[in-house]
């Protein structure tokens, strides 16, 4: 991003895809020695209003968080519907999907990544935000997430 910034320099979370999340959470909690956390399902394509690459989409996944002080590690197990998350994991395999940054002004922001080449691929509504996955791979290495909280400053915890 050359000429405007994304505004934070403060990683949020990082984003892991897997296969099985509850054996991968119980494993993460071992290493931790930490409680599992709740394993949840995104919301319904309709209340989430996901659009995956420009079109509705009901894709849905399942997420278990992990508070690590600054950074929450975010397990993703997708559904088999088309997404960001599902073409990743059938790609890629498991492992490191995004690192995700929160931020004010979701479309502003997509908007100059997009000028800087990077396509939206995903994005979406959750309890008390919206999230959106940017095309950063070749310029970065991994997908940028960026994360809006309702009412919240840029600094504060997300999701």
């Not at 897997?18 to 309709?46: C, H, R």
């Not at 996955?133 to 909280?149: A, M, R, S």
């Amino acid at each position: 991003m050359e000429q405007k910034g994304l505004g934070t320099n403060v990683v949020t979370q990082i984003g892991i895809l897997v296969n099985d999340i509850e054996t991968t959470a119980n494993a993460y909690a071992k290493l931790f020695q930490m409680d599992v956390p709740k394993i949840s399902w995104t919301d319904p394509g309709e209340v989430a209003q996901t659009e995956y690459k420009g079109e509705a989409s009901q894709a849905r996944a399942k997420l278990a968080f992990f508070s690590m002080g600054q950074v929450q590690i975010e397990l993703i197990e997708p559904d088999l519907t088309p997404s960001v998350w599902r073409d990743a994991l059938n790609e890629q395999g498991e492992g490191v999907h995004h690192i995700a940054f929160a931020i004010d002004g979701m479309s502003e922001k997509i908007q100059l990544f997009q000028e800087n080449g990077a396509p939206l691929l995903q994005r979406g509504e959750f309890t008390g935000g919206r999230y959106a996955y940017l095309d950063t791979v070749p310029e970065f290495k991994v997908l940028i997430e960026l994360l809006e909280n309702d009412g919240q400053k840029s600094d504060k915890k997300v999701r």
